[in-house]
């Protein structure tokens, strides 16, 4: 909005206004406004949240250290998608479709983390909605990014071939036109792709939303990782960077870096009041917003396969969870870790909260920072 006024439309007359044409600085201001929304009305929101007596209700056999949490105030993903959304319309270039599809695509997971809060708050347990209809709704808005992507790529502003870390060629498409030679169902072509996207979308969702377990843990990853998607954004749409580094340019998918940076700043703004010993947490509203916005950028900007070391404390928590639950199942109640999540085991083990949440959040800056070196390790 201030883009389209400021540059498009007071530009000829003002020629100041020219430092709006500038990706770094609307990331920045984006980044800055994000942060004050979140500190200045995050008190606010604390309190109607409290006003209105939406509490957390904390799992039974979850650690006993956690049951004085109980009551704290959640479903503060509100605050942070706001203090994401509002910067992002201000900034960026809103006639770009990548940005519409990226704040879309967050609100739609949002919404579904608001449902799941929200019967839990109604019902005062601490269940929602169920596994099936939580990730039949997460899939269903894959799908849609998927399909909104292969509106994009019919119009050359997309590519669905991967991308590997560390090889420079080796990019196979995941648009199989031998299935298309099929009769009447040529539409089986897009289907790997479509799968694929839905896969990573949805998943990275859900490992966000399995890490949100203690005080910061997973805002502060969050923090970590929007800020390797901030790089990976600007240099994949940079024409120097892009074939410097060999990558595949995308011009139009280079306005996302001021998303990436408004989550930067959100992020931070969330922490100030959810570092331990936390005032609000995000719920679902905040975690699945947070994760399915984390997962499309990664596929708008072909850094799907670079998931693993963006958001690696995620996957681990993820990881975790499916050993635990496949141990259990098929070692006759056998168990790997003495809890799961990850961040559960080493609480058991001992380790303090504030501990566990420090040394994640060094763990997750190791994994970005790797990410970030295969960029030229090709």
């Not at 400021?6 to 007359?13: G, S, T, V």
């Not at 040529?186 to 203690?214: E, K, Q, R, Y």
């Not at 923090?223 to 011009?251: C, K, N, W």
């Not at 109640?333 to 003495?338: A, L, M, N, Q, W």
């Amino acid at each position: 909005m201030l883009y389209w006024l400021l540059y498009q439309k007071l530009f000829p007359y003002f020629r100041l206004f020219r430092i709006f044409r500038y990706l770094t600085f609307r990331t920045v201001f984006a980044s800055l406004t994000a942060l004050l929304i979140g500190l200045l009305i995050g008190p606010y929101v604390i309190e109607r949240l409290r006003e209105f007596q939406i509490g957390q209700y904390i799992r039974e056999e979850g650690p006993q250290s956690h049951q004085k949490k109980s009551g704290t105030p959640t479903m503060g993903g509100v605050l942070i998608c706001i203090s994401i959304l509002v910067p992002t319309l201000l900034w960026s270039d809103l006639s770009n479709p990548f940005v519409w599809l990226v704040m879309l695509s967050t609100l739609a997971f949002g919404a579904i983390g608001f449902a799941d809060d929200y019967i839990k708050v109604i019902h005062r347990r601490n269940l929602g909605l169920t596994a099936r209809a939580k990730l039949s709704l997460q899939m269903l808005v894959s799908a849609g990014v998927a399909i909104a992507l292969l509106h994009l790529q019919s119009h050359g502003n997309y590519s669905t071939k991967l991308m590997f870390p560390f090889f420079k060629r080796f990019r196979p498409d995941l648009v199989w036109e031998w299935l298309g030679q099929i009769p009447h169902l040529h539409w089986l072509a897009f289907l790997p792709f479509v799968v694929f996207v839905m896969i990573v979308i949805a998943g990275a969702s859900n490992a966000v939303n399995l890490t949100d377990g203690l005080d910061g843990l997973a805002i502060g990853c969050t923090i970590i990782a929007a800020g390797a998607l901030t790089v990976l954004t600007y240099v994949s749409g940079h024409v120097v960077f892009s074939d410097y580094l060999e990558l595949q340019r995308m011009p139009m998918v280079s306005e996302l870096t001021v998303f990436c940076g408004a989550m930067v700043g959100a992020s931070i703004g969330f922490l100030w009041y959810n570092a331990h010993p936390a005032e609000i947490f995000m719920g679902d509203v905040g975690s699945l917003a947070l994760g399915g916005a984390i997962g499309t950028v990664a596929v708008a900007i072909k850094q799907e396969l670079l998931l693993p070391f963006i958001g690696g404390v995620f996957i681990l928590e993820a990881l975790s969870v499916m050993l635990q639950v496949g141990s259990y199942k098929l070692r006759n109640g056998k168990r790997i870790f003495k809890m799961a999540p990850l961040h559960h085991h080493f609480e058991l083990l001992g380790w303090s909260e504030s501990k566990v949440i420090a040394r994640f959040w060094i763990v997750a800056l190791i994994f970005a920072l790797l990410a970030l070196t295969t960029l030229k390790l090709r």
